[in-house]
Every structure is written in C-alpha cells, then in structure tokens.
C-alpha cells in the first residue's frame, strides 16, 4: 500500500484534514510518553484553549498512557504496540488508547467499565473515594481508578472494545470524548472507535511509528524531533539520518508549504514508518499549483544527480549567498538525497484550480 | 570586548565566546527555522572581533546536529575567521562524537572548501 504515494493523502483525508490529531504506535517508555505530552501541550496552547480544557485534556492523556506503560510488559513484538491517538474535531478532543491485554483480564475490565458507565457525577465521585479508601486499606493498588479518573474529567462515558490478538490476547480499546459540553451522538463514537481500530490494523500491517497531521510549525517540530529521538534512543547513526532527514522535510512545509481553508499555518501530515531494513519518511502538504512545475524540475535535477555530482551541488550552493535568506539557503532537497543515498519519490496531487497535495517520501536503510 | 555567552535552547546551539580567556566555542545543536536571524548577533560579534583579534583564535566546534540553513552560517561563519587568519593565527577544532560520521564528513567538506588551519577531533 505504501508504495503508491496516495497513500499520504488517503491517511490525511482519513484523519481528518485540517483537524489536528497524532498517533505514536510503538514501545511506550517514559521519555517517549514525556515527549507525547509536551507535544499535546504545545497544541493545546496554540489553540488556545481554555485552563479547564487543558486540564481535562492533560490528566486523561496521563491516565491512558499509564494504562498503556502499565500493561506493556506483556508484549514483544512489533505487532503487538500499544498505540495512542489523541483528535481534535470542533471543539471537542477525543484520546483513544489501545494496548494488549490478557485474555483472562477482559472480564474484570468489563465489568468496573459497565459499573463506572452506570454512575452519575456524584456517585461517580463517591464511588472513587472508596475504591481509594480499599486500595489503602488493602494495598493492593490499580482496581480502576484511573478510569474512574478518565470518566469524571472527561464529563462523558467511557467506551470500549476488544479486539483478539490471538488466543491469550486482545487489544484493549479506550475511547474517551473530552468536551465542556455533553456527548456527541453516540452512533458518531462507535463510528470513530471503528475507524481507529481499522486504523491501528493497517498501522500494525504498515508499522507506522509515529503520524501527526496537523499546522506544522517549528514548535511541533521540535516535540515530534523529541518524540523520535526517545524511540530510537539506542541507534546513533541511523537515529541522527532519521533526525536530520525529518528536520529538513518538515521545515520545507513549515517555509514553503501553503495554507488551505486556514490561517493559522500550514497544515500537513507526517508520518515514519519502518519495513524490513528501512525507515521511510513521509510527509504532504498544500502547495499553490503555481510553484508546482519549477519544484518538480527542482527535484528531478537532484535526483538525476550521482554522489559526486550531488556533493559539488551541494559545496557550490555552500557558498551561493545569493541565496540565503530567512526562508531559503537551497541545500534541503540536496540533504534529503545525500543523507537518504536513495532518490526522493514525490508526487502532485490536484486538489482544485489553486492547490495540489504535494507528498515526499524518503528512505533511510539500516546499513548505509 | 564583552563576552557573548547565549545558552543552548532545543533548536539553538550554545555560544561561548570568550576573548580574554581566548575561548570560542559553538556547541550542542543547531535546528532554527530562522538561522539568518540567529546567527546575526554571533556574525556582529565576531566582525568586532576581528578587528582587534587574539594573537592566536582557537574555535572549536562541537555540534551534535546542524539543518542545512545552519550550514550556510557555518560557512558564512568559516569565511569570516579566514579573514582573521590573513593577519592573525586561526585555528578550527572540529569535534565529532565517536562513530559520527555525518559529523565527521561535514568537518571535511569544510576542511576541503575553506582554506584555514583545520582539525578534526573524535571525542
């Protein structure tokens, strides 16, 4: 399915164009749960949300990637990550978490959901200070309390399913809606569960790492820069190409990329999945179908070029000052290729009269 | 001449220049979206300087990462002690971590194109 470009614009569509919403799908370490939160708060801030939204957003964010860290010493493979999506969509965010758990856990699970289900505001209340008063009493510690926690902050209820892995597993689903106000229809909740889990599927299959789509600007570079470095905190090399590669394509959208329906930046999706010895870096966004021809004329020069020829390119737009200002120094397409060693695939899609989607993709191999 | 010292930020690398000391160093990374803007004050800095060197300028270098609208300050910045070296001694120490070698060949792309006293050291 990668293979074909559209697959950018199809995961864009799919998550919802302009509406900010990320997932990392991986090992959930501390750093990288660090990371995933500062990036949220970033956001919520450029949104400028409200102190009680932010509030609510922060501790269900906190409370679902603990249940996922909590329950991850179960997995092993690659096929079993954890996986955390956080959307917005008017006014209203959405976090949907899903981890593997022990079959034999579902029937517990179930149950304390149904009976926070089943609670109003102020039993809810209730009931969390007894659970808490046992877990002193006893020791034992868990027992649901974050997601007694999950259901009061968000004001709604929480929905779940379930998912078979394989005879002893199922992913856990969580979907909680944060609004000041009440639930959206819930025929809308079940459609988006589904369509995440649909998603987590084809993510599972494509081993999609990490996908934020969204205004990118320097600030969410820099978390999604953090965000990367986290995962792969053990490949020094590898981790800096990937760094370095992922530097140079978002800050093309961020300087040259268009905005479209907004003014607020430029929107756009990124996204870094691995497939056997490779690391592929994908990204897409608006452009004016203006600039179309001359940065395709651009790209295809880069890619005709050898080592060689690329390298004197590079030395001699080194010391070109005529290019150089705030927006421009004309090295990055040239990085992509040197640091990649593969050429760039690209692509133009036509949107209307004014804009194409313009995607990139890029590819690290483990061994070059 | 007043020291410039700006620490590091997640997108900006650390500036460490020292004329009594005889210290000038850049370090950690360099990401800005805006690097023109950044190094600004780094290039008035240094064009001050230049006119009342130190008999001997050791500039070290100790990046970790660098985007390419960093590297054409580099270069700018390369130039510029060049200049120095013309009536004053330069020296460039080029620092890369062990087994870095994206660091490594950018410091030889610089030692190749810039004609000025150039080391490079693993760390």
């Known amino acids: 399915m990668l293979n074909d470009l559209s697959f950018a614009f199809q995961l864009f569509e799919g998550m919802e164009k302009d509406n900010l919403s990320y997932i990392y799908r991986g090992l959930f370490t501390q750093g990288v749960t660090d990371k995933i939160i500062s990036l949220t708060e970033t956001n919520l801030a450029n949104f400028g949300e409200s102190s009680k939204m932010k509030k609510r957003v922060f501790s269900i964010m906190v409370e679902g990637l603990q249940n996922i860290t909590r329950h991850q010493d179960v997995l092993s493979q690659d096929e079993k990550s954890g996986i955390f999506v956080i959307q917005q969509k008017k006014n209203r965010y959405y976090i949907t978490t899903g981890n593997p758990i022990a079959k034999d856990h579902i029937p517990k699970l179930t149950g304390q959901l149904d009976k926070i289900n089943s609670l109003e505001k102020e039993e809810l209340k209730k009931f969390y200070k007894s659970v808490l008063n046992d877990n002193m009493m006893s020791n034992k510690g868990g027992a649901g309390l974050g997601l007694i926690e999950m259901a009061r902050k968000s004001g709604n209820k929480l929905t779940y399913d379930f998912k078979k892995i394989d005879d002893e597993f199922s992913y856990f689903y969580l979907y909680t809606e944060i609004s000041v106000s009440q639930n959206t229809e819930d025929k809308d909740v079940i459609y988006s569960l589904t369509n995440i889990k649909q998603l987590h599927n084809i993510l599972n299959k494509e081993n999609v790492l990490l996908i934020f789509n969204g205004l990118l600007n320097q600030d969410n570079l820099i978390n999604l820069l953090s965000i990367i470095e986290e995962h792969m905190a053990h490949a020094l090399l590898l981790k800096k190409r990937v760094f370095n590669i992922m530097v140079e394509m978002l800050q093309n959208i961020v300087k040259h990329g268009d905005s479209f329906e907004t003014d607020k930046g430029n929107s756009g999706i990124f996204f870094i999945n691995k497939k056997g010895n490779s690391y592929f870096l994908n990204s897409g966004n608006y452009i004016n179908n203006k600039k179309v021809d001359n940065l395709k004329l651009k790209i295809e020069h880069v890619n005709s070029l050898d080592d060689k020829k690329l390298n004197k390119f590079y030395n001699d737009r080194l010391f070109n000052f005529q290019i150089d200002s705030s927006k421009e120094a004309g090295l990055g397409l040239i990085e992509l290729r040197l640091k990649s060693k593969n050429k760039i695939v690209y692509n133009f899609y036509k949107i209307n009269d004014k804009f194409s989607f313009f995607t990139i993709r890029t590819c690290i191999e483990y061994n070059a | ?123």
């Open chain 2, 1 to 123: 001449m007043n020291d410039l010292i700006i620490e590091a930020t997640e997108e900006t690398p650390k500036i460490f220049f020292k004329q009594d000391k005889n210290e000038f160093c850049i370090s950690e990374r360099s990401l800005p979206e805006n690097a023109v803007e950044f190094y600004t004050p780094i290039f008035e800095w240094l064009e001050k300087y230049k006119n009342k060197p130190n008999s001997e300028t050791i500039f070290d270098f100790k990046l970790d990462y660098f985007n390419t609208a960093s590297a054409k300050q580099i270069t700018k910045l390369l130039l510029l002690l060049e200049g120095i070296e013309k009536s004053n001694k330069v020296k460039i120490r080029w620092f890369f971590k062990k087994g870095d070698l994206d660091m490594k060949s950018s410091g030889l792309r610089y030692d190749k194109l810039i004609d000025i006293n150039f080391e490079l050291i693993e760390y």
